[in-house]
């Protein structure tokens, strides 16, 4: 693609989502869902107009990256260590139960091939941390309890959701298990967890240090952005997903952090709104990509509605891909049964996590055209369902 096509597509991309998420924001509609479909018109689903290529995959993946900066910036992070443990029941068993369902559905009772049934588990396990936290953040209870329980929820599920690639992914490719790989991944990601907080702690107090003596306009933006794509790639590095380190940036220069060795490395409340005043104009652009990147992604073409087989299989994965997500909300205490509810809702979401799973099947030979399609109609309804459901019926928490 030469670059002027590429600003055509580019164009289309930023366009039509904006159009799509206003028109469905005025229907009273997640708008997230407007840039879904933004991709999804855009995409071989219909018009066939764009491509996913590498270079709208890297600006997707610096909108996620922003997105999740945003969310850690703002996040409450003695609240986010309280619902330390409830995250944990939520993310724990809405992980092991897709996985083990999965397993079970796949293998036992229709039959398939235990590697293929991997890759179906693995798929169902996912949760799409960028779908919820936008619908959340659309409706204006980003800064809820049920959002601090769902946040830890859903940072633990990536964690779990990368280990479980690597093993998946090993495992595909020499058919064997490979404990230690999986194991040394695990532990590189628990340390940089511990340490890239820190770390970028004390490289925002040096941005407060420095600021006000900059000569050029631009300093916070600048830094700012080097210093989440710095923690992105470290991330990285270190085998955990990139948006995880955008997240512990955020985490670090939110005013609310707290270390227990010094008061010096708190936050300057006007650098933290600077911050935020220069970062969301930016973060406006690039994040919607990613959403119309995942539609794009969603390729109706291939799926055959008019297979019996298609249908009892798709309807199963459906309901274990729903109601195995909601089982760990109802093994926590919350005041009534309607925050289990929406908590279970909000973990529902497979988005971009699912299609990477199904993808790497379907690349490495795995997944059959008939059982990729099916996949990829459990991850548009799991996708697409959760962000009405919860626009709905996220009024407020119990009190």
């Known amino acids: 693609m030469d670059a002027h096509n590429f600003f055509l597509t580019l164009f289309l991309i930023l366009i039509v989502a904006r159009i799509l998420g206003e028109l469905f924001a005025r229907f009273g509609i997640p708008s997230v869902l407007g840039e879904l479909t933004a991709g999804v018109l855009l995409g071989s689903s219909v018009f066939g107009i764009v491509e996913p290529n590498e270079i709208l995959k890297i600006l997707a993946e610096i909108g996620i990256i922003l997105l999740l900066f945003e ?28 996985f083990a369902f999965g397993i079970f559905t796949s293998n036992y009772i229709f039959g398939l091939a235990f590697d293929i049934s991997l890759f179906i588990a693995g798929t169902l396990t996912a949760t799409s941390i960028g779908i919820t936290l936008r619908v959340l953040r659309d409706i204006h209870m980003e800064n809820t309890n049920i959002a601090q ?21 090993d ?23 511990i340490l890239a907080p820190i770390f970028a702690k004390i490289i925002s107090y040096m941005i407060h240090k420095f600021h006000g003596r900059d000569l050029v306009p631009g300093y916070i933006p600048t830094i700012i952005i080097s210093l989440i794509l710095l923690f992105s790639y470290l991330s990285h590095i ?54 119309v990147m995942v539609g794009l992604s969603m390729d109706l073409s291939i799926i055959d509605f008019s297979s019996s ?3 009892i299989m798709g309807i199963s994965f459906i309901l274990i891909a729903f109601f195995s997500k ?20 909000s973990m529902v979401p497979r988005g971009e996590v699912g299609l990477i799973f199904a993808e790497m099947g379907r ?19 799991t996708t697409v369902v959760p962000p009405f459901l919860l626009k709905r019926y996220f009024k407020g928490e119990c009190t």
């Open 71 to 98: 969310v850690g910036i703002e996040t409450d992070f003695s609240r986010l260590k309280d619902a330390g443990s409830k995250s944990l029941i939520v993310a724990l068993l809405g992980a092991v139960l897709p």
């Open 149 to 169: 329980i769902v946040i830890g929820a859903a940072v633990i599920d990536d964690i779990i959701g990368i280990i479980l690639l690597v093993f998946i992914y």
């Open 171 to 193: 495992f595909s490719i020499s058919h064997e298990v490979n404990f230690n790989h999986t194991l040394s991944v695990a532990g590189m990601v628990l340390a940089f967890l």
């Open 238 to 291: 270190v085998g955990a997903p990139a948006i995880l380190g955008s997240f512990a940036a955020g985490i670090a220069l939110s005013r609310r952090f707290f270390l227990p060795f010094g008061a010096f490395l708190n936050t300057n409340e006007l650098l933290l709104k600077e911050v935020q005043s220069s970062m969301t104009p930016i973060i406006q652009i690039f994040t919607p990509i990613f959403f």
């Open 309 to 311: 087989s298609f249908w």
């Open 326 to 345: 909601f089982v760990g909300a109802f093994f926590i205490i919350q005041k009534c049964v309607k925050n289990k509810i929406l908590i279970g809702i």
């Open 363 to 381: 690349v490495n030979g795995i997944l059959p055209n008939d059982i990729y399609a099916m996949l990829i109609f459990v991850i548009i309804i």
